[in-house]
């Protein structure tokens, strides 16, 4: 799904727009104003994964913006991405030195806020033998 990335954060387009050309005629016609948009959390999440029912309607101050992009994002309910994490760990967290297998956790802190669900961990590591 297209999704707007503004200065760091997540939003879906505002109702009525479509893609980013309309975007950015929707900011001409908005200019100097606040506007109202859904900001997609990334709180207990890894980018570009989100969690619908974790979205939280804003303003956003047009004159103020600095970086605006188009991204691609899946956003998904609060079920399907508590399976696909738990999937992540059995496949990911499984092989790294930091795992607790016991309960299923992680020395390296909280799983949802490192473990991307394309199986990227930042704080993945394997303990190397010494020779």
Known sequence: MKVLFIDGEYFYYPQGVNN??????????????????????????????????????????????????????????????KTSLNNAIDEVCAGCDNYLRGTKSCECGEIQNNLCLNGICELFTIAQDEF
């Open 20 to 81: 980013f050309e309309e975007f950015g005629d929707y900011l001409r016609e908005n200019y100097n104003t606040f506007v109202k948009l859904t900001r997609l959390s990334d709180e207990r999440i890894v980018p570009p994964f989100f969690i619908d029912e974790y979205t939280k309607e804003t303003y956003v101050n047009i004159q103020r913006i600095n970086f605006v992009e188009e991204a691609d994002v899946s956003v998904m309910t609060k079920e399907d991405y």
